[in-house]
């Protein structure tokens, strides 16, 4: 019978692999070609023509796109470790960080209403999130929430004293170099949610004997977090981390729609996801479009690769 | 309680190994696939532009030789103008002259979106307005050769008056704003101008002079306004400084020749020091040191400055022909007020060389039809009857814009029909600059501080001058900035 096993094996591999092979391997094959290219994304197919390596010389004298390497750097090392620590902390809280009578083990008092409440920003598309937020970092006369709030308190008086007339108020958006660590903040922002679910699923397969077991022992909350949580997601935990690596790594719509195609004043808020579009749409130029999304593609499996050793850790397997 | 185990790197491999197996057992069809969707379409039909038909030479009926039993397939950008103005105005037309053609309209927001997968397949529809965000880039369509060339068009006979070719009927200036490598291959239909616009209402109730035909008689003016206790001027407020730059400029220009732009355009050293646009900054400092411009505004957005004039706070507003459509809502709440076109005063009536009626205008909103259409005789078909008096007049008066076109037509909209008025006025004295659309981070921030703080009479015309010059010199010496001459 063994003989029989690959056909029927492949009968049911087949169609999705197909489907694979057209929607996933195609395009990258063809962005792949397409980055040894002219083609100017108007162009006929017919007409495209091999120019070999052109558009990666080009990749190397431009300027701009080191702006985008290192806001995509910058993503990559800050909104991770921060969204990873704030949903540790929280999902701990929730589910193994109260004390309450009757139960050695439980979550701090509303949790319930908080785990609903840090669900709220997944419910919002990008779209959403990224207008949302161009009205926290507005200035206060355009209805921005972060001012009007700072200048109620007296921050704008303070700085009016600094500064001098007129000048009583901090435009984000006016000053390059806070532009992408607004954005980190708004990834940061509507990732928590999301991994505080992850990382309370996870605890919740913790079992409580254990927790029983540290507290008796007298180990502190802390300690039970570090030397006990931590270790017992871990798995969780790097499985995320690459996943926010690989989010850091975009950031595409959060720019365009808060920073504009340009990556905002001076283009000091670019990503490379930005960047692809720009070169593809706004310069009409989808060969080098495809360089630089080759380059994104290289990146992106490359620090996938690497977190993946970095974070290798002997695995815990509870008996 | 605890067992360490081995890491799971047997499974990972045999996992890995797999995943290489089944993509090499891919690759090669995903190749093929790639070949597929990107070499389908080009090759299998013929240059349709180059079709077989050859326009009947002479038919005045059917000068572009239109198959009257075809399809033509149209793509209108829904935008501010919607595509109302081509179901109701321009297909009609073509309609009526033929029953049996298939009109097959389209409307996208997206243009590029719908469109550009279909040029680069070789499968274009035969009439595209090129407009909106998603607007494709027509140099590039033009270097890619995926466009039609217009001359056919412009030559062909009119369709009100087979006398009269199609592109005697087009503003001067339009043919060549849509000309690419030295062809047509673009048609702007849309005008828009640029000047001053006043209160009539208020004008009329008070018997002020509503065109002044120097700057001393304007200057005479808003002393009479201001005593009368209203503001005689505002401009578009922190968000838009720059606007005053269209008088300033228009005034150098009616003074000394459009030519006076050339060195500007070209950022040439020295060319914002050249003497009849220091006398233009001059006259506009002017309003600054009289105080002629409504206190506050500079720290207003130029909606609420414009609606502030709408609402009869202020007399005069530099602003181009969309300004009615813009205050559309303040203008609805007041049935009484109209504004209208008045043209920049002169400097020096005696030693002008352009008339007083002499505008800034640029034709816009782009239309053209590709290479590889099918029926790209019916596009252009389309296109001579949008150039049609009837086309024309139902387009204006539909979408509250201009055309680029020269008819004599009926306007509804007050302020449309004085721009009209002084866009006849005009005839060929029409000029533009192109420095603000060649390097827009000169106009703005760049020249628009410089001027705000000549409006706040923060510096004097020289001090003026000399900040426009440094402005120019940074674009100038900026090597990341692709020049343009003219």
Redesign the interface.
């Known amino acids: 019978m063994r003989h029989r096993k690959y056909p029927f094996v492949l009968a049911f591999?087949a169609p999705g692999?197909l489907v694979?092979?057209?929607f996933m391997?195609?395009p990258?094959?063809?962005a792949i070609?397409f980055s040894f290219t002219d083609w100017?994304?108007?162009?006929?197919?017919?007409?495209?023509e091999f120019i070999g390596f052109g558009n990666y010389l080009r990749l190397l004298d431009d300027?701009q796109l080191r702006v985008a390497l290192r806001n995509n750097f910058i993503l990559l090392i800050v909104v991770p470790v921060v969204t990873l620590l704030i949903a540790l902390f929280l999902a701990s809280m929730l589910n193994v960080g109260g004390r309450r009578r009757g139960a050695a083990v439980t979550g701090v008092r509303g949790s319930a209403v908080y785990k609903v409440v840090y669900f709220f920003p997944l419910v919002l598309s990008t779209a959403i999130v990224a207008v949302l937020f161009n009205y926290v970092f507005a200035p206060a006369r355009a209805g921005g929430v972060l001012n009007t709030i700072s200048n109620a308190i007296g921050v704008d008086w303070v700085l009016e004293r600094i500064r001098g007339e007129g000048r009583g108020e901090i435009l984000w958006f006016g000053e390059p170099a806070f532009l992408i660590w607004i954005i980190a903040v708004v990834m940061i922002w509507s990732f928590v949610g999301f991994f505080v679910v992850v990382f309370s699923a996870a605890m919740q397969s913790i079992p409580r004997d254990?927790y029983e077991a540290a507290l008796l022992d007298g180990s502190s909350r802390f300690n039970t977090f570090r030397r006990l949580t931590v270790p017992l997601v871990w798995d969780t935990v790097k499985v995320s981390w690459v996943y926010l690596a690989i989010q850091a790594m975009d950031a595409f719509a959060l720019v365009h729609i808060i920073l504009g195609v340009n990556g905002g004043p001076d283009g000091q808020g670019d990503v490379l996801g930005v960047a692809v579009y720009r070169a593809a749409?706004a310069?009409?130029n989808a060969a080098y479009a495809a360089t630089i999304g080759v380059l994104l593609l290289l990146l992106t499996m490359a620090i996938t690769l690497m977190f993946m050793r970095a974070l290798?850790r002997?695995?815990?397997?509870?008996? | 309680?605890?067992?360490?185990?081995e890491?799971?790197s047997t499974s990972r491999r045999t996992f890995l190994q797999r995943m290489a197996i089944?993509?090499l057992?891919?690759?090669p069809?995903?190749?093929l696939?790639?070949a597929c969707?990107?070499?389908?379409?080009?090759?299998e039909e013929p240059d349709a532009a180059q079709g077989t038909e050859t326009p009947a030479e002479g038919d005045p009926d059917n000068p572009l030789g239109v198959d009257a039993e075809g399809e033509v397939e149209i793509w209108i950008f829904n935008g501010g103008f919607t595509d109302k103005y081509a179901t109701d105005v321009h297909e009609p037309i073509l309609q009526a002259k033929y029953p049996n053609l298939t009109i097959n309209h389209n409307a996208a927001v997206d243009i590029?979106a719908e469109l550009?997968a279909r040029?680069?397949?070789?499968d274009p529809p035969d009439f595209v307005n090129n407009s909106g965000d998603g607007q494709?880039?027509t140099a590039?369509?033009v270097?890619?050769?995926?466009l039609a060339d217009l001359t056919p068009l412009l030559d062909a006979p009119s369709w009100d008056d087979p006398n009269v070719k199609v592109r005697d009927l087009l503003v001067p200036g339009t043919v060549e704003l849509g000309t690419f490598s030295g062809k047509p291959y673009q048609l702007n239909y849309a005008f828009t101008l640029f000047g001053l616009w006043y209160n009539k209402t208020l004008f009329d109730e008070n018997g002020w002079n509503t065109q002044p035909r120097t700057w001393d008689e304007m200057l005479e003016l808003c002393a009479e306004i201001q005593e009368f206790g209203l503001a005689p001027w505002v401009y578009q407020g922190e968000t838009a400084p720059r606007y005053m730059n269209w008088p300033l400029l228009s005034m150098a220009i009616k003074q000394a020749g459009p030519d006076i732009m050339v060195p500007v355009d070209n950022l040439e050293e020295g060319a914002w020091k050249q003497e009849p646009i220091l006398q233009a900054a001059e006259a506009i400092y002017r309003l600054a040191e009289n105080g002629y411009f409504m206190p506050g505004i500079e720290g207003m957005d130029f909606r609420d400055v414009q609606a502030l004039w709408a609402q009869g706070e202020a007399a005069i507003v530099p602003s181009g022909s969309w300004l009615e459509n813009e205050e559309a809502d303040v203008i609805a709440e007041d049935p009484a007020f109209e504004l209208a076109y008045m043209f920049e005063p002169l400097l020096d009536e005696s030693t002008a060389v352009l008339p007083l009626e002499a505008l800034r205008a640029t034709a816009g909103e782009p239309y053209f039809i590709p290479a590889?259409a099918k029926h790209p005789q019916a596009g252009m078909e389309y296109m001579r009857a949008m150039i049609s008096k009837e086309g024309a007049e139902g387009f204006s008066n539909e979408v509250s814009s201009l055309t680029a076109t020269t008819f004599d037509i009926e306007i509804r909209n007050p302020g449309l029909a004085s721009a009209n008025e002084a866009k006849n006025a005009a005839g060929e004295n029409t000029y533009n600059w192109f420095y603000p659309s060649w390097y827009p981070t000169m106009e703005n921030p760049g020249i628009d501080q410089v001027t705000r703080k000549l409006l706040l009479a923060e510096v004097n015309p020289e001090q003026w001058a000399d900040e426009c010059e440094a402005v120019a010199k940074s674009i100038r010496e900026d090597d990341?900035i692709p020049k343009q001459t003219r």
């Open positions: 591999l692999l694979y092979g057209i391997l195609s990258y094959a063809q070609w100017s994304g108007l162009g006929r197919a017919t007409d495209i300027e254990i749409f310069e009409s290798r002997e695995r815990v397997e509870l008996a | 309680m605890f067992k360490s185990t890491r799971p089944s993509g057992a891919v690759g069809g995903g190749g696939l790639a969707a990107t070499g389908g379409g080009g090759d590029g550009q040029f680069v397949a070789g494709m880039d590039q369509l270097a890619d050769e995926q590889d990341s």
